[in-house]
């Protein structure tokens, strides 16, 4: 039960490095084989974070996957391993350090209808002040079900799923997208003993707009898995409906302005005004309220609604015929 293999999808990072420093320096029965997998369209070489993982690097094996995403790229890892199990890591995370003695127990007590055990986060926030939006956003991973950051699975349970869904083409959703398919079919899956440390990594002021890209999987998975698959997977709904609120509010603002028709046009962008007012307070309240942060705040809350809305409108097209995954996989 401690034969296992890791998958680490890879954008090479700078954080690679700390990840694989930290699976080396783990105490317990080693992997059997480690599979990187470059997922960057033009891969280039991995030598330097190679490096850390000492004995390790005997055992360790470097693929590509053409820049598909981590869904296409852990496809390509675990479809190359021999080991019963396959440990998911994240290139951003670092194990505990007695997280292979873990992972074994976790794998020892797996009943024999566990398809897979999801390790414990961690996201470690700053003490001297308030975290930000972005800080706050990442600290939610510690709660979210079946995230691949650190997850084992069955291979046979994998081969049976058909693999993840590779239309998910960002870390968004896909984890969720395969344990529910998993669980439909009689699965389990639960929660184990080892932890794993996941950093905040720098960002910039716009992240939050890039993230509503993910509007467009919610529509897959909707698709997918039901109008309830929310409730299924435990996930937080989100504002998508007042965004879209929020935004027919403003377009309505416009186009009364556009054809003259003032007083409705004021009455509308009050309502827009007093939406995105709440909005970015939301965000802003629990925060640092620096200068920087507050700037941040104000701008992209008046920018997220449309953009949300777009993604997901586009995404129920894009999707509006798409099937089971089984049914189109490769």
């Known amino acids: 039960m401690t034969d296992y293999a890791v998958v680490i999808p890879t954008l090479a990072r700078d954080t690679l490095a700390d990840c694989l420093a930290a699976l080396a320096a783990a105490t317990g029965p080693k992997p059997r084989e480690i599979v990187l997998v470059d997922d960057r369209p033009d891969p280039g070489a991995l030598e330097h974070p190679l490096t850390v993982l000492g004995e390790l690097r005997d055992r360790t094996t470097v693929l590509t996957s053409g820049g598909r995403g981590p869904a296409a790229a852990r496809n390509t890892g675990w479809r190359a391993v021999t080991s019963p199990w396959v440990a998911f890591l994240d290139d951003d995370v670092q194990v505990g350090p007695h997280w292979c003695d873990q992972l074994a127990q976790d794998l020892y007590d797996a009943a024999p209808d566990t398809a897979g055990v999801q390790g414990v986060i961690a996201v470690p926030l700053p003490g001297e002040r308030r975290p930000t939006d972005w800080e706050r956003g990442t600290a939610g991973l510690a709660g979210a079900r079946w995230i691949t950051a650190d997850m084992a699975y069955r291979t046979a349970a994998l081969k049976q799923a058909g693999g993840f869904d590779e239309r998910f083409r960002r870390a968004f959703r896909e984890d969720a997208d395969i344990a529910l398919r998993l669980l439909d079919t009689g699965w389990g899956i639960r929660r184990g003993r080892r932890t794993t440390r996941h950093p905040v990594r720098p ?32 996930a937080p709904r989100g504002r998508i409906r007042s965004h ?4 027919a509010t403003g377009a309505a603002a416009c186009v009364l302005a556009a054809t003259g028709r003032r007083r409705a046009a004021g009455a509308a962008a009050l309502g827009w005004l007093a939406g995105t007012g709440e909005f970015a307070w939301a965000r802003i309240a629990p925060g640092p309220r620096t200068r920087h942060e507050v700037t941040t705040m104000l701008l992209t809350s008046a920018l997220i609604p449309p953009a949300a809305t777009w993604h997901r409108l586009t995404g129920h097209w894009r999707h509006r015929t798409a099937r089971p995954w089984r049914e189109v996989a490769p």
């Open 203 to 234: 960002a910039d002021r716009w992240v939050s707009l890039r993230a509503q890209r993910g509007n467009a999987d919610d529509a897959l998975m909707r698709r997918l898995h039901g109008p309830g698959w929310w409730e299924k997977a435990v």
């Open 244 to 247: 879209l609120v929020l935004t």
